[in-house]
Nanobody, 133 residues
Framework: QIRLVESGGGSVQAGDSLKISCTASTRAFSMYAMAWFRQAPGKDRVFIASINGSGGTTYYTDSVKGRFTISRDNAANTVSLHMNALRPEDSGLYYC??????????????????????????WGPGTQVTVSS
C-alpha cells in the first residue's frame, strides 16, 4: 500500500504563485510515475501534470503549460507542482496520484497513458487551492 500526503495548498490572489507537494510512503518511489489531478466543485477530476520515475519526462494539460512545473525528488520521496500566474479557474482540490504500471521499451510511458485517471489506484486526500480574482 502506498500512502500519499499532499501539502502546501492555500488561498492566493490571481497572478500569485504557489507550490504544492506530495510525499509518498514507499521505497519504490523512483519506479513510479506520478501525477497531479484537480477537482473543482461539481466537476470531474481532471489531469494537470505528470512526471515519469526518473523525472526526465513530463506532461501538462494545455491550460497550465508555461505556468506550472512538475518536479520530483526521489531521495525525499516527493513530487511537487510549482504554480505561477495562478488564475481563478485553477482553483480546486489538487490530488497527487501514483502510477504503479511497469513501463518498458515495449510499453512506454506516454502522455495518453499518463492522463488516464482510471489507471491510478493510489491517491492522496487532496490539498485545496483557491485563487481569488
Amino acid at each position: 500500500q502506498i500512502r500519499l500526503v499532499e501539502s502546501g495548498g492555500g488561498s492566493v490572489q490571481a497572478g500569485d504563485s504557489l507550490k504544492i507537494s506530495c510525499t509518498a510512503s514507499t521505497r519504490a518511489f523512483s519506479m513510479y510515475a506520478m501525477a497531479w489531478f484537480r477537482q473543482a466543485p461539481g466537476k470531474d477530476r481532471v489531469f494537470i501534470a505528470s512526471i515519469n520515475g526518473s523525472g526526465g519526462t513530463t506532461y501538462y494539460t494545455d491550460s497550465v503549460k508555461g505556468r506550472f512545473t512538475i518536479s520530483r525528488d526521489n531521495a525525499a520521496n516527493t513530487v511537487s507542482l510549482h504554480m505561477n500566474a495562478l488564475r481563478p479557474e485553477d482553483s480546486g482540490l489538487y490530488y497527487c496520484a501514483a502510477d504503479t504500471r511497469a513501463y518498458t521499451s515495449t510499453y512506454p510511458y506516454t502522455e495518453e497513458r499518463s492522463r488516464d485517471r482510471t489507471e491510478y489506484f493510489h491517491w492522496g486526500p487532496g490539498t485545496q487551492v483557491t485563487v481569488s480574482s
